[in-house]
């Protein structure tokens, strides 16, 4: 496979969140913006390019019995790491947030790529791999928040429509996330069946 077709690979064929159904948990939960959601995906994205180049160097030195808790172990100082970060640089985002960023560690899509791509592939492969399962997680979260916003209290990234009044309550709770992300799951894979 090209190196461009690993990274579109993730976004589109292989998008975790509309076609693949991972991450489930952040994807639901943190989408209640489309801040949030570009927040989330990349964070994600962050441990998740370079977990996938770590393991991906590692992964011949490390012993079949033991491959899994070293991948957990890889993952949790990456996003330890960006837990440091966020609380440096970005402490609004890191509030909102904060409960969420330790999930990425059991997050199947990075535990995933880990498994299935960067132990068997090049650094740089795995990092490309990365980058594009990512980037289609942190699409994919920014559309989600930003429809459940919009629907939900008639703004987008924070700025209010004008000559709006209130949006649809259900929206910003949590059955408009099931409900947003049953529609769009719907829309996305629609137009994936026409290509």
Same mark, same amino acid.
């Given at each position: ?84 970060? @966020?609380? !440096? *640089? #970005?402490?609004?985002?890191? &509030?909102?947030?904060? /409960? ?6 059991? %997050? ?59 949006? @649809?309550? !259900? *929206? #910003?709770?949590?059955?408009? &996330?099931?409900?947003? /992300? ?6 996305? %894979? ?6």
């Amino acid at each position: 496979m090209s190196k461009f077709g690993l990274i579109t690979k993730g976004l589109v064929k292989d998008n975790p969140t509309f076609v693949l159904l991972l991450g489930m948990c952040p994807t639901l939960a943190t989408t209640t913006s489309a801040m949030n959601g570009l927040s989330m995906g990349l964070a994600t994205l962050f441990v998740l390019v370079l977990s996938n180049m770590a393991i991906s160097a590692l992964a011949p030195a490390v012993p079949d019995k033991v491959h899994i808790p070293v991948y957990i172990v890889v993952i949790a100082t990456f996003v330890t790491v960006l837990q440091f970060l @966020m609380q !440096a *640089f #970005v402490p609004d985002i890191y &509030a909102t947030l904060g /409960l969420f960023i330790p999930l990425i560690v059991v %997050n199947c899509i990075v535990l995933g790529r880990a498994e299935a791509f960067a132990n068997k592939n090049s650094v740089v492969d795995s990092a490309l791999d990365g980058i594009g399962v990512g980037l289609g997680f942190t699409c994919s979260l920014t559309v989600l928040g930003a429809v459940r916003e919009i629907l939900g209290s008639l703004s987008v990234f924070g700025w209010k429509i004008p000559g709006t009044g209130d949006g @649809m309550l !259900a *929206f #910003v709770m949590a059955p408009g &996330a099931f409900i947003a /992300l049953g529609y769009l799951m719907v829309l996305f %894979n629609k137009f994936l069946a026409k290509k």
